[in-house]
């Protein structure tokens, strides 16, 4: 007998594609925090090579996305409204291209005289919490299959509101520690050179925007289960 997932998403089930493509942004984002602490070491090649690596896990992403779309104009009958899936799925992906961005821009610039500061173990410290919350992002696409397969039980309902709460915190804790992270560089504005400031600060934003577009996941699927 057919589960209900395969009635309501004949052929390729979008939402499974979904969690494909949150896979590939799951192993994209697990970079984050070897990659800073390379970039303190000074071992900018090893940053390129993860740089390719993943360039390639955003292609696949790419055609994921382009399989969803085709999949999603055969839809007939959801629980939610169809727009509600690419909504979903564009600020997925507005989370590997964050990534995709960070490492590009560790190999632009290479700041040295950080090793007396805290500056390094911050840096790595906010990749740390940015991959976190994708990790929670990932989770929270997970539940929602879950909740769709379980005609939209409680307790799966419950598991996603729980998991959307952790999220938020994470993201708080990321918007602290980079706003005291900002602090830090300008105190260094007397000895360091301006553009490396300006340098650490771009990189600070993005880091950050990380996280930002995992609770935009997250909000969006709190609408879905709201609805």
């Known amino acids: 007998?057919?589960?209900?997932?395969d009635k309501l998403f004949p052929k390729e089930s979008p939402l499974r594609l979904l969690k494909e493509h949150a896979d590939l942004?799951?192993?994209?984002?697990?970079?984050l925090p070897e990659a800073l602490e390379l970039y303190f070491e000074g071992d900018l090649k090893k940053i390129t090579v993860m740089s390719k690596e993943v360039e390639e896990l955003e292609r696949q992403a790419d055609d994921?996305?382009?399989?969803?779309?085709?999949?999603?104009?055969?839809?007939?009958?959801?629980?939610f409204e169809k727009?509600?899936?690419?909504t979903i799925l564009h600020k997925a992906d507005s989370v590997i291209d964050g990534v995709d961005d960070v490492l590009k821009i560790l190999?632009?610039?290479?700041?040295?005289?950080?090793?007396k500061t805290d500056i390094p173990k911050n840096f790595i410290s906010l990749g740390e919490d940015s991959f976190k919350s994708v990790q929670l992002m990932h989770d929270l696409i997970k539940t929602l299959l879950d909740i769709v397969e379980s005609s939209f039980a409680p307790k799966e309902i419950g598991k996603e509101v729980k998991e959307i709460d952790e999220l938020e915190n994470?993201?708080?804790?990321?918007?602290?520690?980079?706003?005291?992270?900002?602090k830090?560089?300008?105190?260094?504005?007397?000895?360091m050179n301006p553009v490396d400031i300006l340098y650490l600060e771009k990189l600070t934003t993005t880091i950050s925007d990380i996280a930002d577009s995992a609770e935009n996941?997250?909000?969006?699927?709190?609408?879905?289960i709201k609805s």
Not at 1 to 5: A, D, G, H, K, Y
Not at 83 to 86: A, E, T
Not at 107 to 115: A, D, F, H, I, P
Not at 217 to 224: D, S
């Open 25 to 31: 942004v799951l192993k994209a984002s697990s970079y």
């Open 107 to 115: 190999q632009m610039n290479s700041v040295e005289g950080l090793e």
């Open 184 to 191: 830090m560089l300008y105190t260094q504005k007397n000895r």
């Open 64 to 79: 994921i996305k382009a399989r969803i779309r085709a999949s999603y104009m055969k839809l007939k009958f959801v629980y």
């Open 217 to 224: 996941v997250a909000e969006a699927i709190l609408m879905v």
């Open 83 to 86: 727009s509600d899936l690419m």
């Open 170 to 182: 994470y993201e708080f804790d990321t918007d602290v520690r980079s706003v005291e992270l900002g």
């Open 1 to 5: 007998m057919p589960r209900l997932i």
